[in-house]
């Protein structure tokens, strides 16, 4: 029934596809953030300082670039299909067991365990949207995939902060861990590493894709062989990789901090919090969106990625940091919300560019590209929430940290303008070696 029922769609089942990656975005990016709404709960069970909780927030971000590169190999080995659904139920399992943390090392190896089993979920992303989408479409894809990670926020804070303040924060893990492992068997039973094996595709979609996309095969070939050093040394990808850093640890300082920002520099309870956060992780959403809107549109217009792509980068990058900087001397709460807010959204207008250039660049292995650049991400993810913690620790107060996330982004934005020219360096003529070639 609901095979027929997919048939008669009138939406492209690209977009289907596209509407679960978003689903499981926003799932992942609540599991991995929910924990900063217990900051207080476990400080006061606990007796954790703020640097102990910033280096439990951390060992995400150590587990984490240890799989994501190799996750990245996986997904472009075995494909999106297996991969994902499998890595999504483990991590559920991973969040539902802290209901079951008694101390700072359970705390440690659970965070450390979450890391590892999300590590291949952003390269299953760029996998699954360089195989389904055509070029024009791919960061408009990407924007509404990766717009779940704001809006985890938006819907997670509210949710996240009732469910401590009125049940309990063990409660709070027992109760979101099912969601991933109902999506790990909706995905499996949907998704088709080649969309041209889809059942639910209309035929004129497939020939639409065939004629669109430069992948006409799926190709998972034992045989085939990564070009590691194209991708490590790429000019474009290393610059790429290093905004990206910026990016996360922008990502990680705001999911993981702002709760304890609000708590402490301006006095709100739990469930206020939740609903403040509301404000700026929904203007992150629509900045989110509208980069990949006008990502596509410029490239659509002039076929550049540096047009397309980098200068929104660093277009974008550079008013975060100068929000972020602002934002280092601002008391009280309006204005806070409102440099928050700018910093946020311009912070994330670039994302589905990161993205796309690896697409753009490497396309046949963009799944191991962009596990590279994940790792960059993760960086951010070690660093952010434990030099957040010992400076909170040291000063008191937030103004150290949010000057050391302008000085990165700002940092970044430089990067940028003189490195990133994806457009630059044609591709080589082979990715995959032939067995002459590796012997």
Not at 137 to 152: K, N, Y
Not at 248 to 265: D, H
Not at 397 to 416: K, M, R, Y
């Amino acid at each position: 029934m609901i095979k027929n029922i997919l048939s008669i769609r009138t939406i492209p089942f690209r977009w289907v596809i596209t509407a679960l990656i978003f689903l499981i975005t926003l799932v992942n990016f609540i599991d991995r953030s929910a924990i900063s709404f217990v900051v207080e709960s476990l400080k006061l069970e606990f007796h954790f300082s703020d640097t102990q909780f910033g280096m439990i927030l951390s060992a995400f971000g150590l587990g984490y670039v240890l799989l994501t590169s190799l996750g990245g190999w996986l997904v472009d080995r075995f494909g999106a299909r297996l991969i994902w659904p499998i890595a999504a139920i483990a991590w559920s399992i991973c969040f539902g067991l802290f209901g079951f943390a008694g101390g700072f090392g359970s705390f440690i190896v659970l965070r450390f365990l979450l890391g590892i089993t999300e590590g291949p979920h952003f390269p299953a992303i760029t996998r699954s949207v360089s195989d389904w989408l055509p070029p024009n479409e791919r960061a408009r894809a990407l924007s509404i995939s990766l717009v779940g990670i704001p809006l985890s926020s938006v819907i997670g804070a509210p949710i996240t902060s009732f469910l401590v303040a009125d049940f309990g924060w063990r409660t709070m893990f027992f109760a979101i861990s099912a969601i991933g492992i109902v999506w790990a068997f909706i995905w499996y039973w949907l998704f088709r590493d080649n969309p041209q094996d889809s059942a639910f595709m209309k035929k004129e979609e497939k020939q639409f894709l065939s004629n669109s996309c430069t992948n006409k095969k799926y190709n998972t070939s034992q045989s085939s062989a990564i070009d590691w050093k194209f991708i490590l040394f790429h000019p474009a990808l290393l610059a790429n990789n290093f905004a990206y850093f910026a990016f996360g640890y922008m990502l990680f300082f705001a999911t993981l901090w702002l709760p304890k920002y609000f708590l402490s520099q301006h006095n709100l309870n739990l469930k206020a919090v939740g609903w403040y956060l509301v404000i700026p992780w929904l203007t992150a959403a629509l900045f989110l969106k509208a980069g990949g809107i006008l990502s596509d549109w410029l490239y659509k217009k002039t076929h550049s990625s540096r047009l397309a792509r980098s200068h929104l980068i660093w277009s974008s990058q550079l008013l975060a940091a100068i929000c972020f900087l602002i934002l280092s001397y601002t008391h009280s709460l309006g204005f806070s919300l409102l440099f928050l807010s700018l910093g946020l959204g311009f912070g994330f207008m670039p994302q589905p560019a990161f993205f796309s250039v690896n697409i753009d660049v490497v396309k046949e292995h963009a799944g191991s590209a962009q596990g590279l650049t994940s790792s960059c991400l993760s960086l951010g993810g070690i660093l952010a929430p434990v030099l957040t913690g010992w400076l909170i620790d040291l000063t008191g107060n937030f103004q150290g940290a949010f000057l050391l996330l302008a000085g990165f982004i700002g940092s970044a934005t430089l990067v940028v303008i003189f490195f990133h020219h994806p457009d630059k360096k044609p591709l080589p003529s082979k990715l995959i070696k032939s067995p002459e070639e590796q012997s």
